[in-house]
């Protein structure tokens, strides 16, 4: 690989030479020398010249191998020096610092070009995607079936009579055609040829993933059953099958938290990484798989009503009698990345709504909530995921935020399905903070029902935001007691405390029959102006186009007079 230094240093060889010599003769750009003489080893060799500007220079020179296996290469196409050449990729000479030359072929290839994009240049020799060897193949699977068929017992088998060995017919075409007729020499393929053949072959590998390799197959003894051996979905793939440890997400390698119920045969991955189409959620095993989908994939938003819309924010409804594989597909994505969900293929009775950002390309998963169309406990929410490589931008706040707007629209209050987990709790806890910190801003005067109308919170969720900000004092018997009592909320210790979202009720608790709100109104102002600094994206309620899941009543049921049944 050639530095800025080397660049300079070709420079004002060149410049000296052109000084030196007439234009017609050929010298060396680094030792002024010849193809006769070289005048750092006093021996001769051969020049290699740039097709473009005509520069010459000698392999050694260059700090070549001495082998010759690049003169070899070179030698097969025009050549570009190092102030000529450019990236096999873009054509464009583009920054001197990020490109590399191969060191098989000397062709160039910037750092940024290449698939996956390298930040710096690797140690030792490099190969570019075109010289790089393809995997060592496996033999081809026997497609021979063994029969054996058995003699009765008791029967001998009969002597077999050696035939004899027949010679070989080494005559092309078995002797029907002669002459310059059956004459094939002139037709076999070069090396020139060959070695184009390869190069190709291994572009095209590597744009799909790798060599397409068979597995091996072993034929058992003959008292077993001979089973065919499903190839491999990886067969696209060089890498070592391992456990699902990442996620191919679009263009993002996403490293995932937790194990998924994938299929048995999704259960290990080359390289441990798993293909998921952004669009229809399709899981794969390669590369070579992946991309084949991607060219034939007609989807490129999800498969449901698109409820809103605002600039490029769309959040689409999606039916989980509707579109079953989509949403067990959702399901186990998210199960990489939440440790205590537990539904995966049964999702008829949920409703998903999914989360998008769209470009020219098509309309890219951001997150999701899922909730139940009959909740026993009026949970407005049942899971709700953000990809990792989407958190930190506010996108939780406004699911949770669209998840209280449409329990505002059905006319009831809402909250979450518990217990959460420790980044959902994390995340509740903070919008109720900024739901209930908005409602006192505006109205500081306002009840325990006040706030939970304005916010669409239950009672409990709002009795814990306030106690857990110290804006709520209660009285019993004309005395201050400060805190709620303990037995408004269900305080567990250990492990239960972690998993069941501490402090956070269970269960209805009632309203307490004499309290005050104590808000500090400047403390509210300060929490409300640093969030607002953040500039996250808030639900647009004009924006919302949706119309409450509703249950057609069962149609009555046909019975017949008295009269008639006797």
């Known amino acids: 690989m050639a530095t800025h230094w080397q660049r300079q240093g070709v420079g004002r060889a060149k410049a000296s030479a052109k000084g030196k010599a007439p234009s017609h003769v050929r010298l060396c750009a680094f030792c002024l020398g010849t193809d006769e003489m070289n005048r750092k080893t006093k021996k001769p060799e051969p020049l290699v010249c740039c097709s473009e500007c005509g520069s010459c220079g000698h392999p050694s020179c260059m700090h070549w191998d001495h082998a010759g296996k690049k003169l070899a290469v070179v030698r097969t196409y025009d050549w570009h020096c190092m102030e000529c050449k450019t990236c096999e990729v873009c054509l464009d000479k583009g920054d001197d610092e990020q490109i590399m030359f191969c060191d098989r072929c000397d062709r160039g290839w910037h750092l940024y070009c290449l698939r996956p994009a390298l930040d710096k240049p690797p140690r030792g020799l490099w190969y570019c995607p075109t010289c790089q060897p393809p995997a060592p193949p496996n033999p081809a699977p026997s497609r021979t079936i063994v029969r054996i068929k058995r003699k009765p017992k008791g029967e001998e088998a009969p002597v077999k009579k050696a035939k ?5 017919d080494d005559e092309p075409f078995s002797g029907l055609l002669t002459g310059d007729d059956a004459n094939t020499t002139t037709n076999e393929p070069s090396e020139d040829d060959m070695e184009r053949y390869q190069a190709s072959k291994r572009a095209a590998e590597y744009q799909l993933g790798g060599a397409v390799s068979l597995p091996s197959r072993t034929l058992h003894a003959p008292s077993h059953n001979i089973k065919a051996e499903s190839v491999s979905a990886a067969g696209a793939s060089t890498g070592k099958a391992r456990p699902i440890s990442m996620i191919r997400f679009g263009s993002y390698d996403i490293q995932t938290w937790f194990q998924a119920p994938f299929p048995e045969e999704y259960s290990v991955v080359p390289d441990g990484r798993l293909w998921m189409c952004e669009f229809c959620l399709k899981y794969m095993k390669s590369r070579f798989m992946a991309t084949r989908h991607r060219m034939k994939c007609m989807m490129h938003y999800p498969p449901g009503q698109e409820i809103y819309r605002a600039n490029s924010i769309s959040v689409f409804e999606v039916d989980g009698s509707k579109n079953k594989i989509y949403c067990q597909n959702l399901c186990l994505l998210a199960k990489l990345f939440l440790d205590h969900k537990t539904l995966y293929y049964d999702v008829e009775p949920f ?26 406990m009026d949970y407005n929410v049942s899971c709700i995921m953000t990809l990792p490589i989407h958190q930190r931008r506010g996108w939780g706040y406004f699911l949770i935020e669209m998840s209280y707007l449409l329990s505002q629209k059905e006319g009831r209050l809402g909250s979450p399905e518990k217990p959460l987990s420790d980044l959902g709790f994390l995340t509740y806890r903070s919008y109720w903070k900024l739901a209930v910190f908005r409602a006192l801003q505006s109205d500081p005067t306002c009840t325990l029902d006040d706030l939970c109308i304005r916010t669409g919170m239950k009672m409990d969720d709002v009795l814990y935001t306030l106690q857990d900000n110290h804006m709520i004092e209660v009285f019993h018997n004309g005395t201050d007691m400060g805190r709620l009592p303990p037995q408004y909320f269900t305080e567990k210790s250990g492990k239960d405390q972690r998993r069941e979202s501490p402090a956070i009720p269970l269960q209805e608790t009632p309203i307490p029959n004499d309290y005050r709100l104590v808000p500090d109104l400047d403390g509210i102002r300060a929490h409300l102006a640093n969030h607002d600094a953040k500039k996250y994206v808030r639900v647009d309620r004009d924006k919302l186009r949706w119309t409450p899941f509703l249950f057609a009543p069962p149609p009555p049921i046909a019975t017949k007079p008295d009269d008639e049944a006797l």
């Open 164 to 168: 004899a060995t027949e010679p070989l």
């Open 351 to 376: 409703l998903f709504y999914v989360f998008v950002e769209s470009d020219a390309s098509g309309s890219h998963f951001v997150g999701y909530y899922s909730k139940e169309k009959r909740s026993p």
